[in-house]
Nanobody
């Protein structure tokens, strides 16, 4: 099993920045976290893909965050980061870390491993 723990959420004002972290532990062997990424779910809305990154460093973003959010990872720490800039009220959601061997699964439907979520609130 792989455990994912998010941190860094909080309350910010419109236009400000926030950096989320997600640390993976447990069975990270056999490329179990080859793909790491982020989903978010706003109140009353469906869960949606935000961004993903592979071990090799290839990145993928949802259209709604392209140009504002940057995903990165530190493979030595089994950790991925989401740098969020120009935050808007529409970004308010619970952000969930996600990981899987398959990049396709993370980007399209969500991979096998999920964190507990961290709340991001952007005040207008």
């Amino acid at each position: 099993q792989v455990q994912l723990v998010e941190s860094g959420g909080g309350l910010v004002q419109v236009g400000e920045s926030l950096r989320l972290s997600c640390a993976a532990s447990g069975n990270v062997d056999n490329n179990n976290i080859n793909a790491m990424g982020w989903y978010r779910q706003a109140l009353g809305s469906q869960r949606e893909f935000v961004a993903a990154i592979t071990t090799a460093g290839s990145t993928h973003y949802a259209n709604s965050v392209t140009g504002r959010f940057t995903i990165s990872r530190d493979n030595t720490k089994n950790t991925t980061y989401l740098q969020m800039r120009g935050l808007m009220p529409e970004d308010t959601a619970i952000y969930y870390c996600n990981a899987d061997r398959s990049l396709v699964r993370v980007v399209r439907i969500g991979g096998d491993y999920w964190g507990q979520g961290t709340q991001v609130t952007v005040s207008s």
